[in-house]
């Protein structure tokens, strides 16, 4: 720290001059991104709420009202009349608080204390955190056309499962596991079932509005008991607003602290201080959206990458699944695909590889135009 104050604008050029090494989602070229630019709207009523604190929701009554009418809307989303959850930092926030609830119901209720959960092997990096902070044994599910594979989950049913997760909207493909098939097995055995939507969450229910068919993912499945869902991906809210829903109240009760010196005697959130301003800016932009809002937006988005699938296999390159959302995931025939990537990134693509499979990963965002996917593809044809 500098000894005296310095002159806000020699700060304001400073970070300026840092900010510029930044890349922008507005020139299109983030490619592997699943978060992408706020809507101007979101951040004005951001910057209204900053200092609210839903740690200590009782000094910020109103903010924590707003808070359960968020919590309520994305409910309504996900086929819940009453929901419970709280507006977080993002998915990974939310997956933690998903996997302790069913550590903590599993330990108050089952007696397991040396608990498992069963994960597809394409299940965000989330869930090792949220193995390793909890002490669970993460047991690794095979996958069967790169979504889970069903019997394989049986097969590793224990009496040390303390939950099930897949996923709708996996961040390498995008692609929706057999949820509702899922469900079913997780409620016959009892077991703690998450779905980890934190990109289709918003999108999944318009598109099938629409007449895509998609599989069913909510609260309407009987064995779902908490969905991850993100406002600030598809719902172009800010960063940070993640969003964990669960079906029953005695899911947080369970993860409960006592917290004696706040307004509220009880926490069952893993962060203390609290951001109110993400809260805010989600029931902003889901009022300003609306159903119709965002049916458009995804629609859009959908036609993008329609697009740019159907010219990837006009040129030659090989599509590694049929999209079921925006997004596309593809090889060239004969090049590596870190070497694709090296030549995309010197043409100023900034592009992100997938590991299962290994592929180059594009992500249809609301930042990427349809004339930014057409310069990608007459880059592709050159390098092609």
């Given amino acids: 720290m500098d000894e005296k104050p310095i002159d806000k604008h020699i700060i304001l050029d400073e970070l300026n001059e840092l900010k510029d090494l930044d890349h922008d989602y507005s020139d299109g070229r983030i490619l592997g991104s699943m978060c992408t630019k706020a809507h101007p709207f979101a951040k004005e009523v951001y910057y209204k709420f900053l200092d609210a604190n839903l740690g200590d929701p009782g000094l910020f009554k109103g903010t924590k009202i707003i808070e359960n009418k968020v919590i309520e809307s994305i409910g309504e989303l996900l086929s819940i ?49 949220a193995a390793d902070m909890l002490n669970l044994k993460i047991v690794e599910a095979k996958l069967d056309n790169y979504k889970i594979d069903v019997e394989s989950i049986k097969q590793l049913i224990s009496d040390k499962t303390v939950a099930i997760v897949a996923i709708a909207g996996t961040t390498e493909l995008g692609l929706i596991d057999p949820i ?31 007449g895509y068919d998609l599989p069913v993912f909510d609260f309407s499945l009987e064995g779902v008991c908490s969905i991850t869902i993100d406002p600030h991906k598809m719902g172009l809210a800010p960063i940070p607003a993640g969003g964990i829903i669960f079906r029953k109240e005695e899911y947080l009760d369970v993860m409960a602290i006592d917290s004696p010196y706040l307004t509220v005697k009880t926490q069952s959130t ?7 301003a993400a809260s805010a800016a989600t029931y902003a932009i889901m009022k300003y959206f609306g159903k119709e809002g965002y049916s458009k937006l995804i629609e859009n988005l ?7 699938k159907e010219n990837l296999e006009k040129i030659g390159y090989e599509v590694i699944c049929e999209p079921e959302l925006n997004l596309v995931a593809f090889n060239h025939p004969e090049m590596e695909t870190h070497k694709l990537a090296e030549e995309l990134e010197k043409l100023g693509w900034k592009v992100s590889v997938a590991k299962c499979p290994v592929a180059i990963r594009v992500v249809l965002m609301n930042h990427i135009k349809m004339e930014h996917l057409k310069e990608l593809v007459e880059d592709l044809k050159e390098i092609f």
């Fill in 81 to 129: 009349e009453k929901p419970y959850g709280n507006i977080v930092t993002g998915g990974t926030e939310a997956n933690l608080m998903a996997m302790r609830a069913a550590r903590n119901h599993a330990r108050k209720y089952k007696g397991i204390v040396d608990g498992e959960i069963i994960v597809p092997q394409s299940a965000h990096f989330s869930f090792k955190k």
């Fill in 180 to 210: 509702e098939e899922i469900s079913k097995i997780a409620h016959e055995n009892n077991i703690y079932f998450h779905v980890d939507a934190a990109f289709g969450g918003f999108s999944i229910p318009f598109l099938r509005d629409m």
């Fill in 270 to 276: 893993i962060v203390g201080t609290r951001s109110g």
């Fill in 302 to 308: 959908m036609v993008n990458t329609k697009f740019l």
